[in-house]
């Protein structure tokens, strides 16, 4: 919508550079179709691209990029994880971003008041694990699922692998569906790219619904560069505002066990501040298509 109808329509120029994933030393099965057809995707919307699949292939961008200005036009640059590999914040390497999250602070936000995070992502899903026994469990994409398969898999455990913004979604989908009770670990950075289906659960309220958001202020599945929930959002308000009632903001292994432990009343948002970080486990070994069975078999019981 805002590349078609607005930016193209209006003949807007516009550069995309995309990180294109599944297309070079791809370890997740989930990225290689949207990495794949994107090219297809593009130019079915009238969008011209070109693929950039070596640092030599940069000069493309020289070559191209005075059009995109001239004439008003949208162009990707679908860019390979080959073009930067090996650089000092490149693929694999988490660190660089990772000081810089929650530090400088721009004055034109109102910064939201929090507890000093210590525990990471992993410390709180090993810390949480047991509340987890038995539930049916919706995981963020990426490091989060793999985290959690590391700590407590169980067939109960579905595990996004690809769909960013889509774990509240789902687990919504099943709280309505099912008497089970559902919990779904989401993070910051999907939160961010779809909040909407906040306010979608709050409207329609499931009782058996938590929704637990890790929130490490960085996009932990890329690099950990910083979100805006380490600076401007703060997503238990933004939770608030969208309708929800039943909220709370913790930070220290206390006040998460607390919160845990504690019955629940209504659809509930957790708001669990960590602090960057990725714990080095292995791939998930089970196919996704066997994890959908599983889930499946879990709610018919």
């Not at 162009?75 to 988490?94: D, K, N, T």
């Amino acid at each position: 919508n805002a590349l078609l109808s607005l930016t193209q329509f209006y003949e807007l120029p516009l550069a995309i550079f995309v990180s294109r994933r599944g297309v070079y030393k791809e370890k997740i099965e989930a990225q290689f179709p949207m990495g794949q057809r994107l090219p297809a995707i593009l130019s079915g919307a009238g969008i011209g691209s070109t693929e950039i699949n070596t640092p030599e292939e940069l000069k493309k961008v020289d070559q191209e990029l005075p059009e995109v200005y001239l004439k008003g036009r949208i162009h990707a640059f679908l860019m390979s994880p080959a073009v930067w590999e090996g650089s000092e914040c490149g693929v694999g390497s988490p660190g660089c971003a990772e000081k810089k999250a929650r530090s400088a602070q721009p004055v034109s936000c109102i910064v939201h008041p929090v507890s000093r995070p210590a525990l990471t992502r992993y410390d709180i899903i090993k810390l949480i694990s047991p509340y987890l026994e038995g539930k049916a469990v919706v995981s963020n994409l990426g490091w989060p699922s793999k985290e959690l398969y590391a700590v407590k898999h169980q067939p109960s455990n579905f595990y996004m692998l690809g769909s960013m913004g889509m774990a509240t979604p789902l687990g919504l989908g099943i709280a309505l569906t099912s008497k089970k009770e559902v919990i779904v670990i989401d993070g910051d950075g999907s939160l961010l790219m779809n909040p909407g289906s906040l306010a979608t659960a709050a409207s329609l309220a499931p009782k058996n619904l938590i929704v637990i958001a890790i929130d490490n202020g960085a996009y932990g599945s890329t690099g950990n560069q910083p979100t805006l929930a380490g600076t401007c959002a703060d997503l238990g308000q933004v939770a608030l505002g969208f309708g929800f009632r039943n909220i709370a903001k913790v930070a220290s292994e206390d006040e998460i066990t607390a919160v845990m432990k504690k019955k629940k009343e209504g659809v509930t948002f957790i708001h669990m501040l960590a602090v960057p970080g990725n714990k080095d486990v292995p791939n998930i070994p089970v196919h996704h298509l066997e994890t959908k069975k599983q889930v499946q078999a879990f709610l018919k019981t």
